[in-house]
């Protein structure tokens, strides 16, 4: 299914029902007075967050929604019946903005939430409304209150734990399909990951956090080059970014650290706040290099990086280092998240020479 994480919609609720005039009229009754109901509610349209859902495309090909009207009163005290209400189910993370003014309308963040887009209108009064002990023959009555009706933009970013961050090939798609349950397509050349990924990873039982993979960045990301700027969004609402180095490139020209310095500079500049987010670096693809060789060459990288936090040097393809990784994710991330993480698993608890350096 293709990824769609914006979409513009028209939305319309309904019209309340007109309020009738109607009178009484019986044998042997002749002053029977008012008996004309109240129109009925139009319907409104509501959205929900659903869990199920991870995509706008619903909302790609059904681009208006409109509620009905609610029925016209009628006569013998008869009320007109509200219209049901349209409910749109949308992804959790889902930003609702007015697509005239860009105002956020609602954020879904929490499942099942249920948000008011438009109100339907109002029904009209009947002349039974209008009865009053020195207007006992009323003949007024009023229309129903209109609709409301919007533009609306629709912005979907994904809600996890944490997010990878690298060039294309540096191993994120190997990474996430290692250490969680989801299975990206993987391939040797750039841009094999075209949307999002997110992955469940499961530390034990009930201890697990979700991990999120967009497409590669570029140089020129945050002026519009290549994919990963069209997605950067899917990563504001994360703890953690992992930013993802491919520690041994085919092409001996390319240099490590300068391809870590230009995703750094692209994250700064399409937002500060990004920018600001916890950071660890994870230097992928160790396997490629000789066992007498890593400490030096990672000693190095830092030095020249210029790098004062956490480093993890791992193999997504061989698993190398990452269950230190995602024991020290989990910690990372229950703490970030007002959650008591238990004590570490001793069997991860990173060395000299592997994990966190």
Same mark, same amino acid.
């Given at each position: %299914?293709? &990824?769609?994480? /914006?979409?513009? #919609?028209?939305?319309?609720?309904?019209? =309340? $029902?007109? *309020?009738? %005039?109607? &009178?009484?009229? /019986?044998?042997? #009754?002749?002053?029977?007075?008012?008996? =004309? $109901?109240? *129109?009925?509610?139009?319907?409104?349209?509501?959205?929900?967050?659903?869990?199920?859902?991870?995509?706008?495309?619903?909302?790609?090909?059904?681009?208006?929604?409109?509620?009905?009207?609610?029925?016209?009163?009628?006569?013998?005290?008869?009320?007109?019946?509200?219209?049901?209400?349209?409910?749109?189910?949308?992804?959790?993370?889902?930003?609702?903005?007015?697509?005239?003014?860009?105002?956020?309308?609602?954020?879904?963040?929490?499942?099942?939430e249920k948000v008011l887009i438009v109100k339907g209108g109002d029904g009209g009064f009947g002349n039974l409304h209008f009865k009053t002990s020195t207007n006992r023959a009323p003949r007024q009555k009023t229309p129903g209150?209109?609709?409301?009706?919007?533009?609306?933009?629709?912005?979907?970013?994904?809600?996890?734990?944490?997010?990878?961050?690298?060039?294309?090939?540096?191993?994120?798609?190997?990474?996430?399909?290692?250490?969680?349950?989801?299975?990206?397509?993987?391939?040797?050349?750039?841009?094999?990951?075209?949307?999002?990924?997110?992955?469940?990873?499961?530390?034990?039982?009930?201890?697990?956090?979700?991990?999120?993979?967009?497409?590669?960045?570029?140089?020129?990301?945050?002026?519009?080059?290549?994919?990963?700027?069209?997605?950067?969004?899917?990563?504001?609402?994360?703890?953690?970014?992992?930013?993802?180095?491919?520690?041994?490139?085919?092409?001996?020209?390319?240099?490590?650290?300068?391809?870590?310095?230009?995703?750094?500079?692209?994250?700064?500049?399409?937002?500060?706040?990004?920018?600001?987010?916890?950071?660890?670096?994870?230097?992928?693809?160790?396997?490629?290099?000789?066992?007498?060789?890593?400490?030096?060459?990672?000693?190095?990288?830092?030095?020249?990086f210029k790098w004062k936090g956490p480093v993890f040097e791992i193999s997504a393809l061989t698993r190398e280092g990452c269950e230190s990784l995602i024991q020290a994710v989990y910690q990372q991330v229950a703490s970030l998240?007002?959650?008591?993480?238990?004590?570490?698993?001793?069997?991860?608890?990173?060395?000299?020479?592997?994990?966190l350096v």
């Amino acid at each position: %299914m293709k &990824f769609v994480d /914006e979409a513009t #919609i028209d939305v319309v609720a309904g019209d =309340g $029902g007109s *309020g009738c %005039m109607s &009178f009484r009229r /019986e044998k042997f #009754i002749p002053f029977g007075g008012p008996n =004309g $109901g109240d *129109g009925g509610r139009g319907a409104s349209v509501f959205a929900m967050a659903d869990r199920n859902l991870n995509t706008l495309i619903d909302f790609r090909y059904a681009r208006r929604h409109v509620g009905r009207h609610g029925e016209h009163g009628r006569g013998s005290d008869q009320y007109g019946a509200a219209a049901e209400d349209i409910v749109l189910r949308m992804p959790l993370g889902t930003i609702i903005k007015d697509f005239e003014t860009d105002e956020v309308i609602a954020e879904l963040l929490v499942p099942d939430e249920k948000v008011l887009i438009v109100k339907g209108g109002d029904g009209g009064f009947g002349n039974l409304h209008f009865k009053t002990s020195t207007n006992r023959a009323p003949r007024q009555k009023t229309p129903g209150w209109p609709g409301e009706q919007k533009k609306l933009k629709l912005e979907l970013r994904v809600l996890a734990d944490v997010g990878l961050l690298g060039m294309p090939n540096a191993g994120k798609s190997t990474l996430i399909a290692a250490i969680s349950n989801a299975r990206p397509k993987i391939a040797d050349y750039p841009f094999t990951t075209l949307h999002p990924n997110l992955g469940v990873v499961r530390v034990a039982a009930e201890k697990s956090f979700v991990v999120a993979d967009i497409p590669g960045l570029i140089e020129g990301a945050s002026d519009g080059a290549g994919l990963g700027h069209l997605f950067l969004r899917h990563l504001q609402r994360t703890h953690l970014l992992l930013h993802v180095v491919d520690f041994a490139p085919f092409d001996e020209a390319v240099d490590p650290v300068a391809q870590a310095k230009s995703i750094v500079a692209e994250l700064r500049k399409y937002d500060e706040s990004l920018f600001d987010k916890p950071r660890w670096l994870v230097l992928n693809k160790l396997d490629m290099v000789p066992a007498e060789e890593r400490a030096q060459r990672v000693k190095d990288f830092i030095k020249r990086f210029k790098w004062k936090g956490p480093v993890f040097e791992i193999s997504a393809l061989t698993r190398e280092g990452c269950e230190s990784l995602i024991q020290a994710v989990y910690q990372q991330v229950a703490s970030l998240k007002n959650v008591v993480p238990p004590p570490p698993d001793p069997r991860f608890v990173p060395v000299e020479g592997e994990g966190l350096v």
